[in-house]
């Protein structure tokens, strides 16, 4: 009779569950590197100077995205250290960055469009070539690059150096972030953010521990909206925020899902004392009854 009103109670609880997202913790990894490349037209070199497009700005304490056409049209690279994380456990993936700039008047809404560079991207060669995986933020913040490894728009990863674009034979376009704009309602520190599966695949499909994310804005724009770097000091940087699947105790058979199996597992062995089944006795009691159903029905559909 036990049983039979225990079914009943299971049968209502689990019609009103549904399926519930998995219960995550989140990591929290600013980046590692970022640094932005202008094409043409500023800091008084003339509009046609090639000059521009070999300056680093990998210690500016904002970076600056904008597409005009031509003068001073600026895109954004971010690399994130996923060497400590476990991907496997990873659920969701999250990409935000914090506006510096306050308020204004600025026609018109605005979005930063998020491409990953393949996994393992290496660059190309040439005088027009780019860098790949390895490239560097460098320490400057608008002055002529070293060479080697150092970010400008000339060789920024993947980076169409005349249109706003990248290679789409080493990029993915993983999703978008805003709208934003410019007006009297605007706040310095607002934060924004997107979330995607294809964001999350380009996370769980690292294989050697480093993400770079490529940035761009559409539409088309004279105004360069300001976001935090990782040399920021009042503001975060270009963030990643990981969604990670946590242990859940209503998973007796360890698929890493709790359903009707694990269900199973605890009415098989109902009311026994000594468990036939270890499994079926979570709570450690030695008994198999509610305190063992309450962890899978507090986690079902996990």
């Known amino acids: 009779m036990r049983l039979a009103t225990t079914l009943l109670m299971v049968g209502v609880v689990l019609a009103s569950l549904g399926t519930l997202p998995a219960t995550a913790a989140p990591i929290s990894l600013e980046a590692s590197a970022d640094a932005y490349g202008i094409w043409l037209g500023a800091y008084g070199y003339p509009a046609d100077d090639p000059r521009i497009m070999d300056l680093n700005h990998g210690a500016a304490p904002e970076f600056l995205i904008k597409w005009n056409g031509d003068a001073s049209s600026r895109k954004v690279w971010a690399k994130f250290d996923l060497s400590g994380v476990d991907l496997n456990s990873i659920a969701q993936a999250t990409f935000q960055v914090t506006a510096s700039y306050g308020p204004g008047e600025v026609t018109g809404e605005?979005?930063?469009?998020?491409?990953?560079?393949?996994?393992?991207?290496?660059?190309?060669?040439?005088?027009?070539?780019?860098?790949?995986?390895?490239?560097?933020?460098?320490?400057?913040?608008?002055?002529?690059?070293?060479?080697?490894?150092?970010?400008?728009?000339?060789?920024?990863?993947?980076?169409?150096?005349?249109?706003?674009?990248?290679?789409?034979?080493?990029?993915?376009?993983?999703?978008?972030?805003?709208?934003?704009?410019?007006?009297?309602?605007?706040?310095?520190?607002?934060?924004?953010?997107?979330?995607?599966?294809?964001?999350?695949?380009?996370?769980?499909?690292?294989?050697?521990?480093?993400?770079?994310?490529?940035?761009?804005?559409?539409?088309?724009?004279?105004?360069?909206?300001?976001f935090a770097t990782r040399e920021n000091t009042t503001y975060a940087g270009p963030t990643l925020v990981l969604e990670v699947n946590s242990a859940l105790a209503g998973d007796l058979n360890g698929d890493g899902f709790v359903g009707q199996d694990d269900l199973n597992i605890v009415l098989g062995d109902w009311g026994n004392m000594p468990p036939g089944d270890p499994r079926a006795d979570p709570s450690g009691d030695g008994f198999v009854g509610q305190d063992d159903l309450n962890p899978v029905l507090a986690d079902w559909g996990q």
């Open 110 to 226: 605005r979005f930063i469009q998020v491409y990953a560079l393949n996994d393992g991207d290496t660059g190309t060669s040439g005088e027009y070539g780019y860098l790949g995986e390895g490239w560097e933020e460098g320490g400057l913040d608008g002055g002529p690059s070293v060479g080697g490894n150092v970010l400008t728009w000339r060789n920024g990863p993947a980076n169409i150096f005349d249109a706003n674009e990248f290679d789409v034979t080493r990029t993915s376009h993983v999703g978008q972030v805003g709208p934003y704009m410019r007006d009297a309602t605007s706040v310095a520190g607002t934060v924004y953010s997107m979330t995607s599966q294809e964001l999350l695949d380009a996370v769980k499909g690292d294989t050697n521990g480093t993400l770079t994310l490529a940035l761009l804005q559409t539409p088309t724009s004279g105004w360069s909206p300001a």
